[in-house]
C-alpha cells in the first residue's frame, strides 16, 4: 500500500482493555540464529537476538523493520516453522492455548496438529507454496479445515464458497487446481485457507504484498472483519508502515534481530522516540509536503558480525561512547511505550 499514510481507529483502547487483557502470545528473550558450515568454517548469523514482547487477546500487533531486520525469522520461529540451519538457541514462545511448552518448535506433532488451522494459523511470504500442485483447491481445505469444521461435505462446501466470496473469489476456484489461478488468486486462497476456521491467532508474513492496492485493500479489512468477529488476535509482518497505519493496534520495530521500540500504532506515528524509528517515520511521504528525504547513512548491521552494543549506533545521529559498549534494554519510557535507547532512557543500563 504506497503513498501517504491514514491511521486507522484502533479496534481497542490501547491504552485500556487490552492492556489489560493476559497475552495470547508471550515471547520471552527469544534467540534465533542461522548456524552454518562451509570448508570447515562456522558461521552464525544471529537474526532474532533476544526479542520480547506480547501480543493480547482481540489485537493486531505489527512488525516493522528493513529488510534482513529478522522479521520472518522471528515469526517462522513463533509459527515453530525451523529448519536448519535454523536453531532457537534461547527462550520462549508461549501461546494460551498451548500451555507448557516453550514454543511450538519444541512440541510434539500430535500436539502442533491440535492447534495447527483450528487455534493458530500462519500466512507465509509467498505462502501459495502451502496448496499441493497435484490436488483440486477444494481437497487442500478438505485436508486442513473439515476436521475442525465438521458438518457434511456439502454444508463444508458451503461454507467454503462463502468464505471465499469475502476475498472475492468465484466457487469455480475449488475445483482448480494451483498452477491454473494467479499469483494473486492462490494468495487470496491461502488468506482463506488460514482463516476459515477462525482460529485464536493467525500470523501474517507481507500477506498481502504480492496483490494489487484493491484486491489488497480487500484483503486486509477481511483480516480485520474476521479478527474483530472472533476477537482473534493477529501479529503481521510487513515492511510497509501504510498498511500499519491502516490495520494494526500495536507496532514493534525491528532493527538488527533486535526490537527497538514497540508502542500502540497511532503514537509510534505520532511520537517516535527511538531515532531509528524517527528515520523511519519521516521519510514517509506526506501529502502536500513534497520536501525530499533523507536517506538513512550507513548500512543495515551483518548479523553474523553485528556492531557491539546498540546495533543502531553506527548509524545513529544520537550514538554517545555508552551506546558502542552496553546493549541499551527495553525501557517503558511511557505508558505502553517501551523504547531501547541509551538517548531516550538515560542510565537505564546502569
Ligand atoms: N537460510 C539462511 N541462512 C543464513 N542466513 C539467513 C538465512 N535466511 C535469512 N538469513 C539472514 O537472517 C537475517 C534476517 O533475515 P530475515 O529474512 O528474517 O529478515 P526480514 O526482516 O524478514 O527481511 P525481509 O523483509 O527482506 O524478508 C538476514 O541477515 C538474513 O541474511
Redesign the pocket.
Known amino acids: 500500500m504506497s503513498g501517504p499514510v491514514a491511521l486507522h481507529t484502533p479496534t481497542t483502547p490501547v491504552a485500556g482493555a487490552a492492556l489489560a487483557s493476559d497475552p495470547v502470545l508471550r515471547v520471552n528473550d527469544i534467540q534465533a540464529h ?1 548456524r ?1 558450515q562451509h570448508f570447515g568454517v562456522s558461521r552464525e ?1 544471529r ?2 537476538d533476544g526479542v520480547t514482547f506480547d501480543v493480547r487477546r482481540n489485537e493486531i500487533y505489527g512488525l516493522a ?10 515469526i517462522k520461529t513463533i509459527a515453530g516453522a525451523i529448519k536448519p ?2 536453531q532457537v538457541v534461547g527462550g520462549s514462545v508461549q501461546f494460551s492455548f498451548m500451555p507448557g511448552y516453550p514454543g511450538l518448535h519444541a512440541a510434539p506433532a500430535a500436539e502442533v496438529e491440535r492447534v495447527r488451522w483450528r487455534h493458530l494459523s500462519y500466512v507465509m ?1 509467498g505462502s501459495m507454496n502451502v496448496l499441493n500442485p497435484m490436488r483440486r483447491v477444494i481437497s487442500t481445505f478438505q485436508d486442513f479445515a473439515w476436521r475442525h469444521l465438521g458438518g457434511s461435505r456439502k454444508q463444508f462446501e458451503e461454507r467454503v464458497v462463502a468464505h471465499l466470496a469475502r476475498v472475492r473469489l468465484d466457487p469455480a476456484v475449488l475445483r482448480a487446481y494451483p498452477h491454473e489461478l494467479s499469483g494473486g488468486m492462490r494468495q487470496r486462497v491461502t488468506i482463506a485457507l488460514a482463516t476459515i476456521c477462525k482460529p485464536d491467532f493467525i500470523i501474517a508474513d ?1 500477506p498481502t504484498t504480492a496483490l494489487d492496492v484493491i484486491v489488497q485493500k480487500d484483503v486486509l479489512g477481511m483480516i480485520r472483519s474476521i479478527q474483530q468477529e472472533m476477537g482473534s488476535s493477529v501479529l503481521f ?1 510487513t ?1 510497509d508502515m501504510g498498511v500499519h497505519a491502516h490495520l494494526t493496534d500495536r507496532l514493534g520495530i ?1 532493527y538488527g ?1 533486535r526490537l527497538v521500540e514497540e508502542a500502540p500504532t497511532p503514537e509510534i506515528f505520532s511520537r517516535p522516540l527511538h531515532p531509528y524509528t524517527v528515520y523511519l517515520i519521516g521519510s514517509l511521504p506526506r501529502i502536500g509536503d513534497d520536501t525530499p528525504r533523507k536517506s538513512l547513512e550507513g548500512s543495515p548491521p ?2 553474523a558480525d553485528p556492531p557491539t552494543g546498540c546495533r543502531f549506533h553506527p548509524r545513529c545521529p544520537l550514538a554517545m561512547e555508552v551506546c558502542a559498549r552496553q546493549v541499551p534494554p527495553m525501557v517503558e519510557s511511557l505508558p505502553g511505550h517501551r523504547v531501547a535507547c541509551h538517548a531516550v532512557n538515560p542510565g537505564a543500563a546502569a
Open positions: 542461522f552454518t548469523v537474526a532474532v523493520g528493513e529488510s534482513s531486520s529478522g522479521k520472518t525469522t522471528l540451519p535454523l511470504q507481507e509482518v515492511h525491528m534481530g551483518n548479523l
